[in-house]
């Protein structure tokens, strides 16, 4: 499955924001704690170079708590502040103000010395579609400042969030990459809803999120009377073991079409639903060990 999705506006969006970061003393960057590695985007690191960052594990309520802590630590090891958030709800949001404030110290304590006492810490809040930035953005300011949407590509353009006397936000749209060179990045955004559902087939898409949950959190799949996992069997790839479990909890759920065939294809779309909404438990897809590969 070769996912690619890189509108014309993504690449305006990165000129701008190559522009946009002489005005701002920080790069807010969030992730999808679900999955640290496939929601950062590459480029990033690059356009911003040495700006201090702040990485936020948003969702992280919908993730492996170990996973969360293990990513926490990779990315301080790094050098980057860390905050874990869920910003539907708003948990961890209230951090997020004296998180940015702790990770530029040393630069508030030369401003003092200077005399800009007062001067509002600027922030540049960036991540892939979907991420849940402007969720965020909405919580961190009390009010429906930004679009907010569950999917991707809401965010078109530029806008400044004042917060409050000492903080104001610049919002970016979404920026993926030109190209995926793991075809489990693609797999992974997918997954989350980072990219549109129209341009790949769901029922394949639903055969490898099985699959890797049957590998992995096997007692998620409980959620589809799938008490036990059938094995994957010698020679089968993936998509082939991650139809037959798909299949038998299409059965078992009751899901089928004229004819009497089991309807994978709806239940696929109920599982992605049910993954992306958090209904069948706290996962990480991905551990830091992969990003050292």
């Not at 014309?8 to 679900?34: C, F, N, P, S, Y």
């Not at 201090?52 to 919908?62: F, G, S």
């Not at 994957?232 to 479990?245: F, I, P, S």
Request: aromatic letters at 6%.
């Amino acid at each position: 499955m070769n996912i690619q999705w890189y509108p014309g506006h993504m690449t305006k969006t990165r000129r701008q924001m190559e522009a946009d970061l002489k005005l701002v003393d920080i790069v807010v960057e969030l992730v999808d704690a679900r999955i640290p590695l496939s929601s950062r985007n590459p480029d990033i690191d690059a356009i911003c170079g040495q700006k201090p960052r702040l990485v936020v594990l948003n969702r992280a309520d919908q993730a492996d708590p170990e996973g969360n802590r293990a990513w926490g630590a990779w990315f301080r090891g790094k050098g980057f502040a860390v905050l874990e958030t869920d910003a539907k709800t708003g948990k961890g949001v209230g951090q997020f103000g004296p998180a940015v404030r702790e990770a530029l110290k040393e630069q508030i304590a030369r401003w003092r010395e200077k005399g800009l006492v007062g001067r509002p810490v600027r922030a540049m809040v960036v991540g892939v579609p979907n991420v849940g930035k402007s969720t965020f953005i909405n919580k961190v300011a009390g009010r429906k400042s930004a679009k907010a949407g569950d999917r991707p590509g809401v965010t078109r353009g530029k806008q400044w969030v004042h917060v409050d006397q000492g903080l104001d936000l610049l919002d970016t749209p979404g920026i993926l990459w030109p190209k995926f060179e793991d075809e489990r990045t693609g797999l992974h955004l997918a997954f989350t809803g980072a990219v549109k559902d129209d341009i790949m087939d769901v029922e394949t898409l639903g055969c490898h999120l099985m699959a890797l949950l049957g590998a992995r959190y096997p007692a998620a799949l409980s959620a589809y009377k799938l008490e036990a996992v059938p094995a994957q069997e010698e020679g089968e790839n993936e998509v082939a073991w991650g139809y037959r479990l798909l299949e038998r909890c299409a059965q078992n759920r009751g899901m089928r079409i004229s004819g009497g065939e089991c309807d994978t294809e709806r239940m696929a779309r109920v599982l992605l639903d049910e993954f992306r909404g958090g209904k069948l438990g706290r996962f990480t897809l991905e551990l830091p060990e992969e990003a050292e590969r």
